[in-house]
C-alpha cells in the first residue's frame, strides 16, 4: 500500500506564500503522477498541479503562474510553492498519487490525510 503524508499549510495573508510537501512511503513502486488537489467548503476537489513521472506538469488555470510543482522522484516527494495567495485559495490541499492499472482499469489513486490553507487577513 502507498501512504502519502502532507506538511506545510496554516494561515497566510493575501498576496503571501506558503508551501506544501508530501512523501510518499510504502509501496513507492511503478508511481506515474504525484500532485495536489484542493477542496473549498461546499465545492468539490478539483485539480491544483501535478508532475508526472517523465517531468511534464499540468496546472489548473487558477494556479497557474503562481503555484509551482516540484516532484523528487529519488526522494518521493512532491512540494506544492504557492505564491501571491488569495482568499479564494482557501480550501484543505490533499496530496494525491497515481499508479497506472492494467487495462482496462482506471489508475489506482491515493490521498493524504489533507492539509488546511486559509488565505486571510
Known amino acids: 500500500q502507498l501512504q502519502l503524508v502532507e506538511s506545510g499549510g496554516g494561515l497566510a495573508q493575501p498576496g503571501g506564500s506558503l508551501r506544501l510537501s508530501c512523501v510518499a512511503s510504502?509501496?513507492?513502486?511503478?508511481?506515474?503522477?504525484m500532485g495536489w488537489y484542493r477542496q473549498a467548503p461546499g465545492k468539490q476537489r478539483e485539480l491544483v498541479a501535478v508532475?508526472?513521472?517523465?517531468?511534464?506538469?499540468n496546472y489548473a488555470d487558477s494556479a497557474k503562474g503562481r503555484f509551482t510543482v516540484h516532484r523528487d522522484n529519488t526522494k518521493f516527494t512532491v512540494d506544492l510553492q504557492m505564491n501571491s495567495l488569495k482568499p479564494e485559495d482557501t480550501a484543505v490541499y490533499y496530496c494525491?498519487?497515481?499508479?497506472?492499472?492494467?487495462?482496462?482499469?482506471?489508475?489506482?489513486?491515493?490521498w493524504g490525510q489533507g492539509t488546511q490553507v486559509t488565505v486571510s487577513s
Open positions: 494525491n498519487a497515481e499508479k497506472i492499472a492494467p487495462h482496462p482499469h482506471p489508475p489506482f489513486e491515493y
Open positions: 510504502g509501496a513507492v513502486f511503478n508511481i506515474n503522477s
Open positions: 508532475a508526472t513521472s517523465a517531468g511534464s506538469t
